[in-house]
Every structure is written in C-alpha cells, then in structure tokens.
C-alpha cells in the first residue's frame, strides 16, 4: 500500500462516527498511525434518587390526633350554584367527613357567610355538631376571619384539613393563605365543589400549585383508622361507611350479614 493511501486511510478513520448509543468511543486518528484501538466509554452514572420528602413514608399519612377540620359555607346559597358535582353527593360526602371527625375527636369548626341571607348551614352537618353555633362571617377568605384562626391556633395542631363551597373562592382563598403562614393544608375535593367542573378543577390545581394536598373524605377516613385492629373506633368506622360510602357501605353491611348468619 502507497503511503499517500496509508495516510488517507488513518484520516478516515479519525472521522468515522459513533452513535450515541455505542459502548466504544475512538479516539482521533493520527495519519501516521492509522486507525486507533477502541477504548471503553465513560460508565454512565445512576441517576440520583431525590431526597425524602416530607409528603412520603409513613409520618407522611394522617392520624388523628395532629388534624382539625375547617368546614367553610355548605348552605343554600352555595349550594344553589353547584354545577361541579351533583348535590346530593356534597351533602353525604360533608356530613360523612364530619361524622368521621367527630368520632376520632378532631376538631371541627364550622362557619358560613352571611348567614341571614345565604342561608344556615345544612341540617344534616348541623346535626353532627348541634350544640356549635358556625362563625357566621363577611370575609370570602375565611383565614382573614381572626376569630377562626384564632380557634385553629387554639387547638395547636398543623394539618388542617378543609372542605367548602365554592372551590375557587372559599376553599382557594383560605387555603393558600394558611400555607403561606406555615400549616399543612388538605383539601377534601368531594366534600368541595364550584360552579362548574373547570371551576373546580382548575382551583384544585392552584391549590397543589401552592402546595396543598388533595384527598377525598374516604382516604382520610382510611388513613385515620388505618388498622382494622383499632377497636376503639371501628364501631363508628363501619357505622359512618355503611351510612355514607355507597358500594363500600353495602358491601360492609353484607359482610356483617354474612358474618352473622354464620354464627351458631
């Protein structure tokens, strides 16, 4: 082979490309050695984990004795121009979070606005809590309502669970406030509803855009009993689930049926 070839030869080689994809990478060719040995590609680094958050792992789940619960206008007026869910759904799925609250000793504080013409809150919540006489209020944001955050503060607890209507006003207003002021916020989304499913639904992502955490009223209830084992409450559990949790609470009552019959 001429040495003009030879020297073509190693410069070609110094120019052949290797896919992204390849194991091997080639150094640059030097004319007067041709074509270099193949040398072993960087090993690829495993991608980092990132950190543990304080939404994962089990401390991340809630128990009962760090919550209160902050139910915000479920009356008439509101409920006249709920378009996001049906109705009827709100009224069992408030009264079933309430209901729960009272049985694992929460506290719940209840308030409405304008009372005299928007209408008291719905009889079935009130009968939770007969003897709470709701904040009766003229703030949209209810976290500007010093009397609420003061009965909040009162109770020295930081995961304040709340449910309202209507979702982009009276959930989203006191929401981001009480996390710009440190609390960690639980937005119940089927004990809330707006004015349209839009309404809804983009509040609910401003809301997780700010930091809250969405949960339905069932999830909670779960993760407040957490252990099938925890007799203390699981009389309540199953009462409160059989009332309010639809297929679940049919399911439930057929097994203590079955159960039943199968005593001797």
């Known amino acids: 082979m001429s040495n003009q070839r030879h020297q073509f030869l190693g410069l070609a080689a110094g120019a052949i490309a290797v896919p992204a994809t390849s194991g091997l990478v080639f150094a640059q060719g030097d004319p007067s050695r041709g074509r270099e040995a193949p040398i072993p590609a960087q090993a690829s680094v495993p991608e980092r984990r990132p950190a543990k958050s304080e939404l994962t792992g089990l401390s991340a ?19 006249a121009n709920l378009h996001s ?9 408030v009264i079933g979070l309430a209901k729960f609250a009272k049985a694992f000793n929460v506290p719940v ?8 013409r928007g209408g008291k ?32 503060k009162g109770t020295g607890r930081k995961k304040l669970v709340m449910a309202a209507l209507w979702t982009e006003m009276c959930l989203a207003m006191p929401t981001i406030h009480a996390l710009g002021e440190g609390y960690d916020v639980y937005i119940v989304t089927d004990a809330s509803g707006g ?11 401003r809301m997780v855009q700010a930091g809250a955490v969405p949960i339905t009223w069932l999830g909670l209830s779960g993760e407040w009993q957490r252990d099938w084992a925890r007799e203390a409450t699981l009389a309540d ?19 203590t049926q079955l159960l039943g019959a199968s005593k001797p």
């Open 61 to 79: 789940l809630l128990v009962p004795e760090e919550c209160v619960v902050l139910l915000i206008d479920h009356q008439p007026f509101q409920f």
């Open 85 to 93: 869910h049906e109705p009827t759904m709100i009224v069992n799925n």
């Open 109 to 116: 504080i209840l308030t409405t606005v304008l009372e005299a």
């Open 121 to 152: 809150i719905i009889k079935g919540l009130q009968d939770v809590f007969p003897d709470q006489k709701p904040i009766d209020r003229t703030y949209i944001n209810a976290w500007q309502d010093q009397r609420i955050v003061d009965l909040v």
């Open 195 to 205: 004015v349209s499913a839009e309404a809804h639904d983009m509040a609910v992502r």
């Open 237 to 255: 559990t199953v009462k409160i689930l059989a009332e309010h949790a639809g297929g679940s609470g049919v399911a439930l009552a057929w097994e």
